[in-house]
């Protein structure tokens, strides 16, 4: 079965552009997370999608954005990219967003996309 | 305060030590707990859930304490194949169900 899969691996911008990261879930999860990893930092965060609805975001302004298509494949929007927004940025999956035991919320990752802001 | 916190380590043991992390979490309405690994430049990967009743997985025992709040990972017979950052998570209800990750603990498992 296939796991989460993310694309692109890496994607190098100037300031002040525009990024796109996509994501697909593993068949049959309906969730999606989205992190940020800075260099050397913990997982923060970013954004959570369930059922095609963004159901909670974390501490990030609103440059930050996303969506999550019927297939529940998702895409993360960064705008107008600063410098510190260089990080690995992580992609998540799991069967269920919320109740249902641990195993439903067992969040399963991708490989990541690594975003170079110069 | 952080809402989870671990000890950042790092935790330089012999193959074949026992090793404990333990992570504390703030938030009285977290309702599941996970362990992960990440090494280094990778994804992290699910090394197990956390039920209440605690479980073990091989060489790995979980537990949790809700009237503490924390959870513990016990790593027995380590392989230098377990150097890795190990990453409480916990996801709690309120406030918007939210997944919180530890900043990690670091294991250098030592020939």
């Known amino acids: 079965e296939a796991g989460v899969t993310q694309s692109p691996t890496h994607l190098i911008k100037t300031r002040g552009q525009q990024a796109t990261l996509r994501c697909s879930p593993i068949?049959?999860?309906?969730?999606v997370y989205w992190y940020q990893q800075a260099l050397g930092l913990g997982l923060q965060f970013l954004l959570w999608y369930d059922e095609g609805e963004e159901r909670n975001r974390g501490n990030f302004p609103p440059r930050f954005s996303g969506r999550q298509f019927p297939n529940y494949s998702s895409e993360l929007n960064v705008n107008a990219l600063e410098l510190e927004d260089s990080a690995l940025y992580l992609c998540?999956?799991?069967?269920?967003?919320?109740?249902?035991?641990?195993?439903?919320?067992?969040?399963?990752f991708g490989p990541g996309t690594r975003l170079t802001v110069l | 305060r952080k809402e989870v916190e671990q000890d950042p380590g790092p935790f330089n043991v012999p193959e074949g030590a026992t090793v404990a992390f333990n992570c504390t979490y703030s938030?009285?309405?977290?309702?599941?707990f996970f362990w992960y690994r990440q090494d280094c430049r990778k994804e992290p990967k699910l090394l197990m859930s956390?039920?209440?009743s605690g479980n073990e997985d091989g060489r790995f025992t979980a537990q949790l304490n809700r009237a503490s709040q924390y959870i513990s990972l016990l790593i027995r017979d380590s392989k230098l194949s377990d150097s890795a950052t190990y990453l409480c998570v916990v996801n709690r209800g309120t406030g918007g169900f939210k997944t919180i990750f530890g900043a990690g603990t670091r294991l250098f498992v030592k020939a």
């Open positions: 998540a999956s799991s069967l269920v967003g919320r109740g249902g035991g641990a195993k439903e919320n067992e969040q399963f």
């Open positions: 956390v039920y209440s």
């Open positions: 938030n009285s309405a977290s309702q599941s």
């Open positions: 068949s049959g999860h309906t969730s």
